[in-house]
């Protein structure tokens, strides 16, 4: 592995191909070969990550923009589809038909979405709030991450580590409203930082704990009731 | 973020997100997808120019998003550039794909130079650097600019840029690399021996 101190004579022969990889404007085998010595290099690897970090900003600066009527419907529709829209949809799409987009207008009108039509939570602003439960995970004390339960169907966590001083794999364990204790999964801290999200079983959350592969329990989260 | 339960849904990190996404949560989807659809339509639409073609893209853009969530890993960066870089790409393949031409980089509105759309909780990255990036491509000579811009955001090669402005591959090459070494200095990132 090459270091920053030592470039080696690789290093400067992809000189002249990073901002290119950073842009991806660099294609084909070039490109494959820019990355195995880019993933083997911590100095390209760190250039790499500065130049990118440019090319990332100046996509921010594009302004946002409203997407049309019917945006979300129609994105539901795909994302139920699991595929692309079919060719029939499509075409009505692509030819504007009017029948189709007075359709959208109504369904928006009425303030329900295709996410809501179906069976499932209304839109957010109406009744997320009630699901979402937040609590600190701490270690002795002190805040060390953050414990995140959306209780919708399905339920799921994620657990936010950023000053725990450990390293390796963690085991997270919750408690229920009925005493029960599951573990629910397990997660790499690396060096003391590590986020991780998981589906829960059914049942109210009591208690968060991350403990280590000895057994310890390093961090803990009470969830109020 | 606070402690307790009746949280807001604005306390959720787009990687929090993305986990519910992956275990699916329908409601964690739509809350990512209004949260980032505006920035992500309005990133296709300045490379593509149309409307329909934007939208195609910005939602082919979520698809993948969807179907990456379980995976996204957050070494790669924030969520809101992973998600703009997989947009681009998508829009640039559009361009390329139906040999489209793209919006002019000169366009006066083409980038928020003036700063009036990014919040600070619009984005999570530095405002500063943002701010600093912003002037540092509006100080930049015009060709300098353009050519940074045309890569950036089109995807143009040094070469594909030299042919459409009709000028020597070097000096496209060098057009690109001097806009984004100045862009570098603003930002105070260190260069490298």
């Given at each position: 592995v090459s270091s920053r101190a030592t470039p080696s004579e690789q290093c400067y022969e992809i000189d002249d191909d990073l901002p290119d990889l950073a842009l991806g404007t660099l294609s084909g085998r070039r490109r494959a070969e820019v990355l195995g010595h880019v993933g083997s290099c911590a100095r390209c690897s760190s250039e790499l990550q500065a130049l990118s970090t440019i090319s990332d900003l100046l996509l921010l600066l594009a302004p946002a923009a409203e997407p049309p009527v019917g945006f979300e419907l129609r994105l539901a529709d795909k994302l139920r589809a699991g595929a692309s829209p079919p060719p029939a949809r499509r075409l009505l799409q692509r030819i504007g038909s009017l029948a189709a987009a007075a359709a959208v207008v109504a369904v928006l009108g009425a303030g329900v979405g295709i996410w809501a039509s179906?069976?499932?939570?209304?839109?957010p602003d109406q009744t997320a709030a009630a699901d979402l439960a937040s609590a600190q995970l701490q270690h002795n004390g002190s805040a060390v991450g953050q414990v995140m339960i959306s209780a919708g169907r399905p339920a799921w966590m994620f657990v936010t580590v950023y000053d725990l001083e450990s390293t390796g794999n963690v085991r997270c364990a919750i408690t229920l409203a009925d005493g029960a204790v599951d573990t629910v999964g397990v997660f790499k801290l690396s060096s003391g930082y590590g986020a991780w999200g998981t589906a829960l079983p059914a049942g109210q959350v009591r208690s968060v704990r991350l403990v280590s592969s000895a057994g310890v329990t390093l961090a803990s989260a009470r969830i109020s009731a | 973020v606070s402690n307790g339960r009746n949280q807001d849904e604005a306390d959720l990190s787009d990687e929090a997100l993305l986990s519910g996404m992956s275990v699916g949560d329908e409601w964690a989807g739509l809350v990512f997808v209004r949260r980032h659809q505006g920035r992500i339509f309005g990133l296709a639409q300045r490379i593509l120019g149309e409307a329909s073609l934007a939208e195609d893209v910005a939602q082919e853009a979520f698809m993948r998003i969807f179907r990456h969530a379980a995976v996204y890993d957050a070494r790669r960066g924030a969520v809101t550039t992973w998600a703009l870089t997989i947009t681009r790409n998508l829009a640039i393949d559009t361009l390329r794909s139906r040999r489209a031409t793209p919006t002019d980089p000169d366009e006066p509105l083409f980038l928020d130079l003036t700063g009036s759309t990014v919040s600070p909780e619009d984005v999570a990255v530095a405002q500063d650097d943002l701010a600093r990036v912003r002037v540092a491509l509006d100080d930049l000579p015009a060709d300098q600019r353009r050519a940074l811009l045309l890569a950036a955001m089109y995807g143009r090669s040094a070469s594909e840029i030299a042919r459409a402005e009709v000028i020597p591959l070097g000096t496209a090459k060098s057009r690109v690399r001097l806009g984004l070494a100045k862009l570098r200095e603003v930002l105070a990132i260190e260069e490298i021996q």
């Open positions: 179906a069976g499932h939570r209304s839109a | -």
